[in-house]
Nanobody, 116 residues
Framework: QVQLVESGGGLVQAGGSLRLSCAAS????????MGWYRQAPGKQRELVAV???????NYANSVKGRFTISRDNAKNTVFLQMNSLKPEDTAVYYC??????????WGQGTQVTVSS
């Protein structure tokens, strides 16, 4: 079983930046894909960005050019650098880790609020 602990959410003005972190821990686990998903009130959870252990990345069109996902494989940690934030980025952001994107374990979520 993999435990994920997120940090870095908060309140920021539009145009600002935040950096999310997610550390995975546990025993005997192997993670290929680590990523970030978000869920806004009244909406379904959606993919934000994902990165494989080999460094391949995929982003939602709405965040391309503004968000950057990175990963420290040695520390089983994934980061999401969010720049030029918009009010529509407001959501609870969830970390995910598993063999394929969207599988495996989920973090508890961290709130990101962007004020206009």
């Amino acid at each position: 079983q993999v435990q994920l602990v997120e940090s870095g959410g908060g309140l920021v003005q539009a145009g600002g930046s935040l950096r999310l972190s997610c550390a995975a821990s546990g025993r005997g686990f192997s993670i290929n894909a680590m990523g970030w998903y978000r869920q806004a009130p009244g909406k379904q959870r959606e993919l934000v960005a994902v990165i494989t252990s080999g460094g391949m990345t995929n982003y939602a069109n709405s965040v391309k050019g503004r968000f950057t996902i990175s990963r420290d494989n040695a520390k089983n940690t994934v980061f999401l650098q969010m720049n030029s934030l918009k009010p529509e980025d407001t959501a609870v952001y969830y970390c995910n880790a598993g063999l394929i994107p969207g599988s495996g374990s989920w973090g508890q979520g961290t709130q990101v609020t962007v004020s206009s």
